[in-house]
């Protein structure tokens, strides 16, 4: 005995319409819409964060060398003192540096950090971030983060 199995006609698979993409898609823009703006503005708070942390790190390699060498860089050594041997033979044999172990970065926007040996506000070195921005004063992303000069 044979057993009959019934018949069927062809499976037909079945895609999306045009319609169903373009309300799958009009859904993500929207999602993003409302999103998209939130995650910006987080990604603009870390940069800041960021420039802060360095500044600080900045300003403790900073402290360390001028334990070891007795000053601050010049304004013509600049930051590069941190990283690199000076030309100076005295200063020279009391540097222990690279005092930076990744060399010396640059801030979040990509601009080098400004620093100068004259006093800031509230502090014996100037060393700042011009900000999002890469110019002086500014507000909100745009102003200058660290240890400002002296108005």
């Known amino acids: 005995m044979k057993i009959r199995r019934p018949v069927t006609s062809p499976s037909r698979s079945r895609g999306f319409t045009l319609l169903e993409m373009i309300v799958v898609l009009v859904i993500i823009g929207l999602i993003m819409g409302l999103v998209g703006p939130r995650l910006f503005t987080q990604a603009d708070k870390a940069k800041v964060q960021t420039a802060e942390t360095q500044v600080k790190m900045l300003k403790g390699a900073l402290e360390t060398m001028r334990l070891d060498i007795g000053r601050f860089p010049t304004e013509q050594e600049g930051l590069r003192l941190l990283v690199e041997r000076p030309g100076d033979e005295r200063t020279a044999a009391r540097w222990s540096g690279p005092y930076l172990d990744e060399g010396l970065p640059s801030d979040p926007w990509g601009n080098p950090y400004q620093y100068s040996p004259t006093p800031s506000a509230n502090y014996a070195l100037?060393?700042?971030?011009?900000?999002?921005?890469?110019?002086?004063?500014?507000?909100?992303?745009?102003?200058?983060?660290?240890?400002?000069?002296r108005q």
Do not use: E, Q
Not at 126 to 149: F, V
């Open 126 to 149: 100037t060393l700042y971030s011009r900000g999002a921005d890469g110019k002086p004063g500014g507000s909100g992303y745009d102003a200058d983060i660290g240890y400002l000069p």
